[in-house]
């Protein structure tokens, strides 16, 4: 059982943060990883307005192995934690609260930004079981 | 009344379970950035303003803190607030107690205002304004911050402090007034006619 990445994207679609949570995560250039996150975004905003009823939008994309449960907060941060088709709960909450903690309260990042600070990655990889 | 309950038993975990530091060092630090503010014969005006922006600014913060933690708090039960008076409970009961310790009672004045009724105010514990600061508005970052949560989760609102223990009130009242939902990404696909 095990993680592959996470990507979070900021209210406006732009991807504020990523990490490989393994080493079998694919190299991608940062570019790529940009163009990753803001598809997701725009995807996220069509499946909440292809319905007829008020709806959250996407939530899981399921594959033959992989899986990306997704976690769209009221203030429009939104979180992608890709990992193999064994993961039944994925621990989205528990990264959001770290993002409360260690992003948000840090007094000198700006909202909407790239994340630079190394505590929230550290907390993340801890929060997924991943040591390098 | 059961939701009622459930609000004030999802505050009381939230705060057992929060870090807490000393009301003294809080009140005091809070005092020292106000005192701060007010001197080089700032007018009280700008001082008002600047309060509510450093209010804001936490409130944009804070929301996410308090979403987070509650949902990790009560998985199964999500508190969503559907409607705008809903987000007096959630302020009242759980924001406010997760934050600050406190709880405070809800009186609704309209479909889209309320006001919140603080029996204490733990910002202003040893504050005696002087007459020459008599129109401060010294717990304005509290109305700031609630402003800014709100406005975060797409809420416009209109915050006021009406009443404060440093102008010789009993308690502190906080009306918040609706003044409608912000748009959302994308808007206009399916609608019902």
Same mark, same amino acid.
């Given at each position: 059982m095990s ?57 899981r994309?399921v594959c033959d192995n992989v899986v990306i449960s ?13 990992s193999d088709s064994t993961i039944t ?44 | 009344? %059961? !939701? ?5 038993? /999802? =505050?009381?975990? &939230? ?7 000393? $009301? ?67 302020? %009242? !009961? ?5 934050? /600050? =310790?406190?709880? &405070? ?7 889209? $205002? ?68 912000? !748009? ?10």
């Amino acid at each position: 059982m095990s993680y592959l990445s996470l990507l979070i994207t900021s209210r406006s679609g732009g991807l504020i943060f990523h990490t490989p949570l393994s080493p079998n995560t694919p190299p991608l250039q940062t570019n790529d990883w940009l163009r990753i996150g803001s598809t997701f975004h725009s995807l996220i905003a069509i499946s909440k307005t292809s319905v007829p009823k008020e709806c959250g939008g996407m939530e899981r994309v399921v594959c033959d192995n992989v899986v990306i449960s997704i976690l769209s907060t009221p203030t429009g941060i939104k979180f992608y934690l890709v990992s193999d088709s064994t993961i039944t709960s994925p621990p989205l909450n528990e990264i959001y609260a770290a993002w409360s903690d260690w992003v948000l309260k840090n007094p000198f990042y700006e909202i909407d930004m790239p994340v630079r600070g190394e505590r929230f990655r550290r907390e993340v990889e801890k929060i997924c079981g991943y040591s390098k | 009344m %059961s !939701k009622s309950s459930s609000s004030t038993r /999802l =505050g009381d975990l &939230a705060w057992s379970k929060s870090p807490k530091t000393s $009301s003294s060092l809080f009140t005091l630090t809070y005092g020292v950035l106000v005192q701060h503010l007010c001197s080089s014969q700032t007018p009280s005006l700008e001082v008002n303003a600047s309060l509510r922006k450093i209010g804001q600014n936490i409130g944009i913060r804070l929301i996410d803190d308090y979403i987070s933690k509650t949902s990790l708090l009560s998985p199964n039960s999500p508190q969503q607030c559907t409607s705008f008076i809903n987000t007096s409970e959630a302020i %009242s !009961k759980v924001g406010l107690k997760m934050f /600050l =310790g406190i709880t &405070a009672d809800v009186r609704v004045d309209s479909e889209n $205002s309320y006001t919140l009724i603080l029996s204490s105010n733990p910002l202003a514990d040893f504050v005696e304004l002087p007459s020459s600061r008599s129109d401060l508005q010294y717990s304005n970052v509290l109305a700031g911050c609630i402003q800014g949560c709100l406005e975060s989760v797409g809420f416009e609102v209109e915050v006021t402090i009406v009443k404060d223990t440093v102008w010789g009130d009993e308690g502190v009242e906080v009306k918040v007034e609706g003044k409608g939902r912000k !748009k959302e990404e994308l808007e206009g696909g399916f609608k019902d006619e």
